[in-house]
């Protein structure tokens, strides 16, 4: 179990781990730069922080619970209401002769921008702690 700092402390943690999936996915694309009929993939997750951030902000949520009424049931899992990235091929490029649509410029652009993201994410969650560790620090001078 881990403790929560902030409402947006795990907010910023599937933000970070979306971010890093997209970097993986990127990375996998330019490595299929000259694999035949290879289509680029992305992930779009803005979608599921969007919802995630939402349920943050609402203190019910919106949509009625299933009830467990025993401990041997298998929880409900509700695939249209998932915090998911979803993952699609990326379209409106020239395919090749041999049917790969990789666009190397495309694919480091977006690269870089993901990784400016991933970045702000690691400054706001550091920044996110650091109010919490002084407050922890102060209260401690007090005694």
């Given at each position: ?98 049917g790969n649509s990789v666009d190397l410029d495309v694919e480091t652009t977006e690269m870089s921008k993901n990784s400016v ?27």
């Amino acid at each position: 179990m881990s403790i929560e700092i902030s409402r947006t402390h795990s907010l910023i943690k599937d933000a970070l781990d979306f971010r890093a999936a997209r970097q993986d996915m990127i990375a996998s694309n330019i490595a299929n730069a000259d694999t035949p009929f290879y289509k680029p993939r992305d992930i779009r997750f803005e979608d599921a922080l969007r919802a995630k951030e939402a349920a943050l902000l609402k203190e019910k949520s919106p949509h009625l619970e299933l009830a467990q009424t025993d401990a041997q049931h298998l929880p409900l899992q509700n695939e249209t209401n998932s915090q998911k990235p979803k993952l699609f091929y990326r379209d409106g490029h020239m395919a090749r002769n041999d049917g790969n649509s990789v666009d190397l410029d495309v694919e480091t652009t977006e690269m870089s921008k993901n990784s400016v993201m991933f970045n702000a994410l690691i400054q706001a969650n550091k920044k996110d702690s650091d109010i919490f560790k002084s407050v922890i620090d102060s209260s401690g001078k007090i005694s």
